[in-house]
Nanobody, 120 residues
Framework: VQLVESGGGLVQSGGSLRLSCAAS????????MGWYRQAPGNQRELVAA???????NYGDSVKGRFTISRDDAENTVHLQMNSLKPVDTAVYYC???????????????WGQGTQVTVSS
């Protein structure tokens, strides 16, 4: 499975960005698609994930501001990020594979990452 992310960039505090991730290859193995992020000096954290069954999971810090959506016909996942804050600054990684439990994220596939920078 190959994952290609797009949509990162620089935005002012309070602004919005939309990230996209397109999967190719053995997409039949994908049950969960989602996003993680890592800022310098911080641990990687779950941002949001969605399963092919329709369930979603969000990190506490983004609930109410970010929305994840999947298009299984196109094998893509999107992350709409609103009301962005400087603390959202991080590299955002697409994650997809058979495991929906964030404890097993490393057994899924990863994208190359896209930088999101929120200025104050």
């Amino acid at each position: 499975v190959q994952l290609v992310e797009s949509g990162g960039g620089l935005v002012q505090s309070g602004g919005s960005l939309r990230l996209s991730c397109a999967a190719s290859g053995s997409v039949g193995r994908i049950y969960s698609m989602g996003w993680y992020r890592q800022a310098p000096g911080n641990q990687r954290e779950l941002v949001a994930a969605a399963t092919s069954g329709g369930s979603t999971n969000y990190g506490d810090s983004v609930k109410g501001r970010f929305t994840i959506s999947r298009d299984d016909a196109e094998n893509t996942v999107h992350l709409q990020m609103n009301s962005l804050k400087p603390v959202d600054t991080a590299v955002y990684y697409c994650n997809a594979g058979p495991y929906s439990d964030s404890r097993y994220a490393d057994y899924n596939y990863w994208g190359q990452g896209t930088q999101v920078t929120v200025s104050s």
